[in-house]
């Protein structure tokens, strides 16, 4: 079993930076690949970013390439998210997710374990 917990959102201008880390307990943590979601008021929650076990491979949805790096750190069992450049479309409580395969999917439904989510405000 892996449980996540997410931190560092916070209220933030329009243009600035962020880093949200998710710690995870367990002995398996290298066994899972990550991923990041975020949900606004009134929408579905939507796929932000992923990596795989090892972080040798990232995937990013469309509206976030080129301003969010996501990174893990299996040795502190933490996968980060570097939001750059943020706008108010990127107002949401972001959740990190654990997938038990090789490449983390798009699909909520696919993903084993979720954190309790942090909220992320941007100001304009």
């Known amino acids: 079993q892996v449980q996540l917990v997410e931190s560092g959102g916070g209220l933030v201008q329009a243009g600035g930076s962020l880093r949200l880390s998710c710690a995870a307990s367990?002995?398996?943590?290298?066994?899972?690949?990550m991923g990041w979601f975020r949900q606004a008021p009134g929408k579905e929650r939507d796929f932000v970013a992923g990596?795989?076990?090892?972080?040798?491979?990232?995937r990013y949805a469309d509206s976030v390439k080129g301003r969010f790096t996501i990174s893990r750190d299996n040795a502190k069992k933490t996968v980060y998210l570097q939001m750059n450049s943020l706008n108010s479309e990127d107002t949401a409580v972001y959740y990190c997710?654990?997938?038990?395969?090789?490449?983390?999917?798009?699909?909520?439904?696919?993903?084993?374990?979720w954190g309790q989510g942090t909220q992320v405000t941007v100001s304009s």
């Open positions: 367990g002995r398996t943590f290298s066994s899972y690949a």
């Open positions: 990596i795989n076990w090892n972080g040798g491979s990232t």
């Open positions: 997710a654990a997938y038990r395969g090789l490449r983390p999917p798009v699909g909520t439904y696919e993903y084993t374990y």
